[in-house]
């Protein structure tokens, strides 16, 4: 049964050129209390974005005239809303295209109902934009910016500043550093950090891939990346030097 849209829960701009998936996916949400919009192709999807206020978006890859990645490239100068892509494709060298063109996370379909609903609350956990409890509440309003040391982020503007420079992360160094200020002195596992920047495609990703982030994130935050400390045998903590 079709509940009401909730004034808790996003907006969800569905973009595939298969009617049926698009109402699949619909009633799917809907009887969620999630508000559903619907384009069948990438140009219509860019001017939803425009004209009509949404939250988040599930954007099929294989599309005629303009494909899901093209459509993200596209969406990405102008938006950093939560992005779900779809696929018939499992190679994981298609999966690493949709995320690094900027997707969060990718549904391999053929998909089932709770998968679809555990991938978006998922994403939106992990989002700034509409962050949620695991029940699907809205939690209260986080802080804007965080400082740790001489490192300042800003979460609406993406930017990190350290001894007032700017320094140009990628998303997922962004995120593994907004992770470490927002927890200070905790310690997080590889296999959390993988969660937390690849969504459910972690337990196929390895621990190599943290590795690398964290590598490149130390090295990009120069002296105040020595601040990302190694803990042996399990992962990475932010800590202030002793």
Not at 114 to 123: D, K, N, P, Q, V
Not at 156 to 174: C, H, P, Q, W
Not at 202 to 220: C, G, I, P
Request: charged share 30%; glycine share 4%.
């Amino acid at each position: 049964m079709t509940k009401q849209p909730e004034q808790n829960k996003p907006s969800v701009l569905v973009v595939d050129d298969e009617q049926q998936m698009r109402e699949m996916i619909r009633s799917i949400l809907e009887a969620e209390g999630y508000h559903v919009l619907e384009a069948s192709n990438g140009f219509e999807a860019i001017q939803r974005i425009e004209y009509h206020q949404a939250d988040f978006i599930i954007l099929d890859v294989m599309m005629p005239k303009l494909d899901g990645y093209e459509t993200l490239d596209i969406l990405r100068k102008q938006s950093d809303l939560p992005v779900l892509m779809l696929t018939a494709k499992s190679a994981e060298t298609d999966k690493v295209e949709g995320l690094k063109a900027g997707a969060d996370d990718y549904l391999t379909k053929p998909f089932g109902r709770e998968e679809l609903l555990a991938r978006i609350e998922a994403i939106l956990r992990r989002s700034n934009v509409y962050p949620m409890h695991h029940n699907g509440e809205a939690i209260s309003k986080e802080p804007e910016n965080y400082q740790f040391e001489n490192i300042q982020l800003y979460i609406k503007s993406k930017k990190v500043l350290v001894d007032d420079k700017t320094v140009a992360l990628t998303k997922k160094e962004f995120e593994i550093l907004e992770l470490f200020m927002k927890h200070p002195e905790q310690v997080f596992t590889r296999e959390q950090l993988l969660e937390s920047i690849l969504g459910l495609d972690y337990l196929s990703a390895s621990s190599r891939t943290v590795d690398t982030h964290v590598k490149t994130l130390r090295l990009k935050l120069g002296e105040a990346g020595t601040h990302i400390q190694t803990v042996w045998g399990i992962g990475y903590k932010l800590e202030t030097h002793r």
